[in-house]
């Protein structure tokens, strides 16, 4: 499995934006996502995209304001959210490891499928929205 690092998170205003980071210690040739979670609550998805950034799949939940993108030649990925609100206050993770094309995640009715539909972890870097 691909190890993976997130950076990019702190404290940022509501209404702010934010760009978070997902290192990975090799090339991957699948579906890679990124999720939060708040402590006492599941696990959220908020997208997803291809091993060749040609294919995002978003969340409803956060769509029109996430913004998911691949570079390739440092093995990184990228979630840039803007519009922030308090309520986006959450420990960020990235993943790998997920299908091939994301938009097959519409088919999994919940929230642990999706989240099982990955196989690889980073630790998560907390974000902190204050109003």
């Known amino acids: 499995q691909v190890q993976l690092v997130e950076s990019g998170g702190g404290s940022v205003q509501a209404g702010g934006s934010l760009r978070l980071s997902c290192a990975a210690s090799a090339r991957t040739y699948s579906g890679s996502g990124w999720f939060r979670q708040v402590p006492g609550k599941e696990r959220e998805f908020l997208g997803a995209i291809n091993w060749s950034g040609g294919t995002r799949y978003y969340s409803d939940s956060v769509k029109g304001r996430i913004t998911i993108t691949r570079e390739d030649a440092k093995n990184t990925m990228l979630l840039e959210m803007n519009s922030l609100k308090p309520e986006d206050t959450a420990v960020y993770y990235c993943?790998?490891?997920?299908?091939?094309?994301?938009?097959?995640?519409?088919?999994?009715?919940?929230?642990?499928?999706?989240?099982?539909?990955?196989?690889?972890w980073g630790q998560g870097t907390l974000v902190t929205v204050s109003s």
């Open positions: 993943a790998a490891g997920g299908p091939l094309v994301p938009t097959d995640l519409r088919h999994l009715l919940s929230p642990d499928l999706i989240v099982q539909a990955f196989n690889s």
